[in-house]
């Protein structure tokens, strides 16, 4: 495409790149490309965020502690951040996206590379993140979009932590640009051509690590944990085949990758709001006193509703749902996960 072969991912110079939301991952991934050397517009919602990135260089909102680089030049102005774009990077929470992105789209030229690092699944569409920037962004072809995913908590990417992503997007030259573009010593990005799996894997694990996080709270063993992943993984394969997904890709860094970090990991927002559901606290108590926003709640609804409408068995999504919204009890969810019909363990396909 013209994009990626008049522009060199080494003319750092000439490469203008737009990122929008300032979130800790926006801001993980801005600040990345701007220590590269890449002069980054970069749009946040909160005069506050702006204000304080630019007195202090501190996200203190949503990534405090981490310094950021002078070529990191804040905005409230989302068309201004957006407009007249080589690459425009989206990393707004799932239920603003397509809000936020139809906001862009006067602003937004045809051959603007438009990069998705933003994870979930709409609750009424149920479309993932690219599917509702087709829609709101109309000019762009699938050509020139891409996702990027994986294993990544934003903090240990600001702290400059050896990671491992994944850029999909079907135009292989296009998953090239983006790859070359982010690549750093520390984060080393792999190509996909497979969107759709590639988002399903960052989007259902954050389900299963609910779930992860309540066998925590409830004081179970790591033979519960590593059951859970490996049978959350199976579900997630199940649905990807649903929708045309290559089952390869939930063996990457975007499938049993990002599943084992945010099962894991204590800095998963997934995970602590399933650990506190466990120890007996109410969704409606946690979700007040968290100030960022943890996917996979609204993921869940997303998930149960979608492999309904497909026919496809995603057993622990289900009762997570069931424990989010119709109050049921880790303990009796657990029960019944346990004590289903017996059947052999492989899928058939």
Known sequence: MSKTNSIQHTDIDKIKIGVAGGGSWGTALANLLADKGYKIDFWVFEEEVKDQIESSRENKMYLPGVTLSKNLIPSNNLAQVVSKKDMVLIVVPSHVMRNVSSQMTPHISSDTIIVSASKGIENKTHLTMSGILGQTLPQISENTLAVLSGPSFAKEVAQKVPTVVTAASKDSSVADFVQQVFSTPVFRVYTNDDIIGVELGGSVKNVIAIAAGMIDGLGLGLNTRAALITRGLAEIRRLGLALGANPRT???????????????????????????????????????????????????????????????EMPISHEIYHILYEDMSPKQALQRLMTRNLKQELDEC
């Open 250 to 312: 939930f063996t990457g860094s975007a499938g049993i990758g990002d599943l084992v970090l945010t099962c894991t990991g204590d800095l998963s927002r997934n995970h602590t709001v399933g650990k506190q559901i466990g120890q007996g606290k109410t969704l409606k108590d946690i979700l007040a006193e968290m100030h960022m926003v943890a996917e996979g709640v609204k993921t869940a609804k997303s998930v149960y509703n979608l492999s309904k409408k497909l026919g496809v």
